[in-house]
């Protein structure tokens, strides 16, 4: 079973950074598919970042609404996955989550429910930024 372990949210004022983090207690994210989710109340959980693959080539993508702010990388002789955000806005105040899922690369990192749905999720970490 794969288990996954965020960390890094906290309380930013508007404008500030904050690096999220994500181990996993196997190799997940080496041949599978990492990302990142938020989630608000009375919200689904909606797609902030994806990047699967490894080695020689990974793919990544990213929701409209922090491309440019957000950089999902990858570690993974450490088995971590990292969400850098910056230039946040209150817009962000969220509870994010960490997860892995098996599929394509495209599956992956468009966020498809097809596999998403069936992903391992860490226990997630609050984000709260303040105007």
């Known amino acids: 079973q794969v288990r996954l372990v965020e960390s890094g949210g906290g309380s930013v004022q508007a404008g500030g950074s904050l690096r999220l983090s994500c181990t996993a207690s196997?190799?997940?994210?080496?041949?599978?598919?990492m990302g990142w989710f938020r989630r608000t109340p009375g919200k689904e959980r909606e797609g902030v970042a994806a990047i699967s693959g490894a080695d020689d080539r990974e793919y990544e993508n990213y929701a409209d609404s922090v491309k440019g702010r957000f950089t999902i990388s990858q570690d993974v002789a450490k088995n971590t996955v990292y969400l850098q955000m910056n230039s946040l806005k209150p817009e962000d105040t969220a509870m994010y989550f960490c997860?892995?899922?098996?599929?394509?690369?495209?599956?992956?990192?468009?966020?498809?429910?097809?596999?998403?749905?069936?992903?391992?999720w860490g226990q997630g970490t609050q984000v709260t930024v303040s105007s």
């Open positions: 196997v190799y997940a994210i080496r041949n599978g598919c």
């Open positions: 997860g892995t899922a098996y599929g394509t690369h495209t599956s992956c990192i468009m966020f498809s429910h097809s596999i998403w749905r069936s992903a391992y």
